[in-house]
């Protein structure tokens, strides 16, 4: 098994920036790409950034030029800078690996999220 804990998130003002972690641990053979995820009140789940075992990264159209996700493969710890930060980022921020447990197996992990509020 895998757990995923977040941290960081909480309430900032508008333009202000704000940094997220999460750190995986358990049964980790290799990860595969780690990345987060956000869901605002009454809304789907969506993508914010990704970043794989080769450092390659995608973003959100709505976070390009604001967010930066890094991540720290020997900690098994993915980032999230997020700057200029605006109202419709408030939302519950989840942690995602993809995970080798064993050579041949992966799956999906979640955190358990963490909430930011942006006020304006």
């Known amino acids: 098994q895998v757990q995923l804990v977040e941290s960081g998130g909480g309430l900032v003002q508008a333009g202000g920036s704000q940094r997220l972690s999460c750190v995986a641990s358990g049964s980790i053979f290799r990860i595969i790409a780690m990345g987060w995820y956000r869901q605002a009140p009454g809304k789907q789940r969506e993508l914010v950034a990704t970043?794989?075992?080769?450092?390659?990264?995608n973003y959100a159209d709505s976070v390009k030029g604001r967010f930066a996700i890094s991540r720290d493969n020997a900690k098994n710890t993915v980032y999230l800078q997020m700057n200029s930060l605006k109202s419709e980022d408030t939302a519950a921020y989840y942690c995602n690996a993809r995970v080798y447990t064993t050579p041949v197996a992966w799956d999906d992990y979640w955190g358990q999220g963490t909430q930011v509020t942006v006020s304006s």
């Open positions: 970043i794989n075992a080769g450092g390659g990264l």
